[in-house]
Structure formats: C-alpha cells, structure tokens
C-alpha cells in the first residue's frame, strides 16, 4: 500500500477554533489520540521548522491492552515538526517514527487543509503510508477514532 490516506470532515465551526486545535497545547491535548488515549504535550512551537513532543498516552483498558498486544509501551513520547505552516490554511506535522519494534527509525508526515465555507469549515487531512499496509491501516483507524472526538464536539 503506497497510497495515501483522505480523511475529509465538516464542522460547523469557527476556522480559528479548528486550527487552534492544531497549533495550541489545550487545543492539541483536548483531542489528540485515538479513543481511549490522551496526550501531554511538553512542547509546541506553531511555525514552520517547529517542534512538537508530547507523550501518547493509553488510558482505556481496550487501548492499553491493543498497545501491549503490539509490543508497544502504555504511555510513549513522540517527537515531530510542523513541516509546513500556511496560518488558517494548510499545515503539515512530520512525526518521528522511532517506536515501532524491530522497524528502523523514518518520517511520517500528515498535512491537514483547512477549507472555510459559511458556518463551516472543511478539514482534509492527508496520512502518508507508512512503512507496510498493516501499520498503515492501523495510522487511518487510529486518525479516524481521534475524528470522532471533533464529531461530538462539533456534532
């Protein structure tokens, strides 16, 4: 699989309060993560060429049993920068992919456009694949759980 993955939503939402989520620390740790995960950030610099690191977090008993299950610690430290950084428009976070047993460290990038129309804004998201299909699938599930927390926000 070396296609990329779309994830397309609308919300009825304030473009600022979108890409506030993205590029603020109480934004990033209100929604970050799967279901059944939290985030702690310690660093967030919303710029081109700035960092990001925070701790992902497994806190429901179904997340930390499927982190074990991949041989993955409960709680692990990510590392990124925002690789792109067009304000209210587009940007792109390229995370450090150093966590997966017996898989050499490399870059992932996902990028996100923000597209306002009305009392709505559009948000596509695009993962890049990851090093095979079953990772790949698992990085869209776990984006896609993580949607479902702006969802009941913004229902």
Not at 10 to 38: H, I, M, N, V
Not at 78 to 86: H, K, L, P, V
Request: overall charge negative.
């Amino acid at each position: 699989m070396n296609e990329k993955i779309v994830i397309e939503r609308t919300y009825q939402a304030k473009l600022q309060e979108l890409w506030d989520l993205w590029t603020t620390k109480a934004g990033f740790e209100s929604w970050w993560g799967p279901e059944g995960c939290r985030v702690e950030v310690h660093e967030l610099e919303a710029r081109k060429g700035g960092t990001i690191q925070y701790d992902m977090i497994a806190d429901a008993p179904e997340q930390i049993e499927g982190t074990k299950k991949l041989g993955l610690p409960i709680s692990n430290r990510t590392r990124g920068r925002f690789s792109e950084f067009n304000p209210h428009t587009r940007l792109a976070l390229t995370h450090v992919m150093d966590f997966i047993p017996g898989v050499a460290s490399y870059e992932s990038t996902m990028a996100v456009d923000f597209i306002p129309a009305g009392d709505r804004v559009r948000m596509v998201v695009t993962i890049q694949p990851m090093h095979d299909e079953d990772w790949t699938k698992l990085a869209a599930m776990g984006f896609t759980s993580q949607l479902t927390k702006l969802d009941k926000r913004f229902g």
